[in-house]
């Protein structure tokens, strides 16, 4: 028994915002920013639009993509670090707002490697007995972004992508996951209050700490290192070589990030899954959205061997390889 992706979906908030827009708000430029990131707008959610909207949109494109009725789902599983509550999980609105009268649910918090670590996680328990299993990776990065920090405010969108992983014979499905952590490296990327070793307070919104925060360069070489040395672990785990991908579906952060892994591994662009440039970096959300739109664009096929690659705060990095 395998667990395979039957179905996938994507939702991105209405509004847009342009890196014109941004220079409106901090001393930046449109040229500036997207020879650095390879950015040209991001989505933004709508004043009271919260996490679970976002996912319950793509949950239920997910789900009518699968032919898959919310009842008939065992469990929910939301990867987030912008769930709409510190409590309860979002995955358990998205669970209410669904109809999903039989399903677990609950969140799952790996940054931008959410999606990967959840999918992980719904791949064991299909391989133990469940049968649907709906993975949703959301984010409202709007949320937690210092619009006044010229440095992160050009990164970051809001935006949702789901799957649903069923129970399924043969060959073809979840071939590996592969988690890795660093904790020692957790401060090149975090919020550093709003939690329980420094509670909101005046202090913290007087000094903006309730906002991310990264150390952009030294975070630049630890992503390329690590997403290189997994896709190379995936595919020695698999015994494949590059040559052998047809599909690459990386997280959405830098361009300068993925041209540097696509070079170290000698693999082509034109097999590389990219739409940064339209939403910019949606964390959880970003491979999720991608992989979504690759299925409807038809660049992944029946058969397809794709490899889902991710890295973020925590420090945290993951792959997947799936044969479609």
């Given at each position: 028994?395998?667990?395979?992706?039957?179905?996938?979906?994507?939702?991105?908030?209405?509004?847009?915002?342009?890196?014109?827009?941004?220079?409106?708000?901090?001393?930046?430029?449109?040229?500036?920013?997207?020879?650095?990131?390879?950015?040209?707008?991001r989505h933004i959610a709508a004043t009271g639009e919260a996490c679970s909207d976002l996912a319950v949109q793509a949950?239920?494109?997910?789900?009518?993509?699968?032919?898959?009725?919310?009842?008939?789902?065992?469990?929910?599983?939301?990867?987030?670090?912008?769930?709409?509550?510190?409590?309860?999980?979002?995955?358990?609105?998205?669970?209410?707002?669904?109809?999903?009268?039989?399903?677990?649910?609950?969140?799952?918090?790996a940054a931008c490697c959410g999606f990967v670590y959840a999918l992980s996680v719904a791949d064991a328990y299909v391989?133990?007995?469940?049968?649907?299993?709906?993975?949703?990776?959301?984010?409202?990065?709007?949320?937690?972004?210092?619009?006044?920090?010229?440095?992160?405010?050009?990164?970051?969108?809001?935006?949702?992508?789901?799957?649903?992983?069923?129970?399924?014979?043969?060959?073809?499905?979840?071939?590996?996951?592969?988690?890795?952590?660093?904790?020692?490296?957790?401060?090149?990327?975090?919020?550093?209050?709003?939690?329980?070793?420094?509670?909101?307070?005046?202090?913290?919104?007087?000094?903006?700490?309730?906002?991310?925060?990264?150390?952009?360069?030294?975070?630049?070489?630890?992503?390329?290192?690590?997403?290189?040395?997994?896709?190379?672990?995936?595919?020695?785990?698999?015994?494949?070589?590059?040559?052998?991908?047809?599909?690459?579906?990386?997280?959405?952060?830098?361009?300068?990030?993925?041209?540097?892994?696509?070079?170290?591994?000698?693999?082509?662009?034109?097999?590389?899954?990219?739409?940064?440039?339209?939403?910019?970096?949606?964390?959880?959300?970003?491979?999720?959205?991608?992989?979504?739109?690759?299925?409807?664009?038809?660049?992944?096929?029946?058969?397809?061997?794709?490899?889902?690659?991710?890295?973020?705060?925590?420090?945290?990095?993951?792959?997947?390889?799936?044969?479609?």
């Amino acid at each position: 028994m395998r667990a395979r992706i039957t179905g996938t979906g994507s939702y991105a908030p209405a509004r847009i915002m342009t890196n014109a827009d941004l220079e409106g708000l901090v001393a930046t430029s449109d040229e500036w920013i997207r020879e650095r990131t390879g950015i040209r707008e991001r989505h933004i959610a709508a004043t009271g639009e919260a996490c679970s909207d976002l996912a319950v949109q793509a949950g239920k494109r997910a789900l009518a993509a699968a032919g898959v009725a919310p009842a008939d789902l065992d469990m929910i599983l939301v990867a987030t670090c912008t769930g709409d509550y510190p409590l309860p999980a979002t995955a358990c609105l998205v669970q209410y707002q669904l109809g999903a009268t039989k399903a677990a649910a609950c969140d799952l918090a790996a940054a931008c490697c959410g999606f990967v670590y959840a999918l992980s996680v719904a791949d064991a328990y299909v391989r133990t007995g469940m049968k649907h299993v709906l993975v949703i990776g959301s984010e409202v990065m709007s949320a937690i972004t210092d619009w006044t920090d010229r440095n992160t405010c050009v990164l970051f969108g809001d935006g949702a992508g789901a799957a649903v992983i069923s129970a399924s014979d043969g060959e073809r499905g979840i071939l590996s996951t592969h988690l890795r952590s660093d904790g020692a490296l957790c401060d090149l990327i975090a919020v550093p209050a709003g939690g329980s070793r420094q509670p909101a307070s005046e202090k913290v919104v007087g000094e903006r700490l309730q906002y991310i925060k990264m150390k952009g360069n030294e975070t630049f070489k630890v992503a390329v290192r690590s997403l290189e040395e997994i896709a190379r672990e995936t595919l020695a785990a698999n015994q494949l070589t590059i040559d052998a991908l047809d599909l690459y579906v990386p997280h959405q952060a830098n361009m300068r990030i993925l041209n540097a892994v696509s070079d170290r591994l000698g693999l082509p662009k034109e097999k590389i899954m990219l739409n940064l440039d339209r939403y910019g970096n949606t964390s959880a959300a970003s491979i999720p959205i991608a992989l979504d739109e690759a299925v409807r664009a038809g660049r992944v096929k029946d058969g397809s061997l794709v490899m889902l690659g991710a890295f973020g705060a925590g420090l945290t990095w993951a792959s997947a390889l799936i044969r479609w």
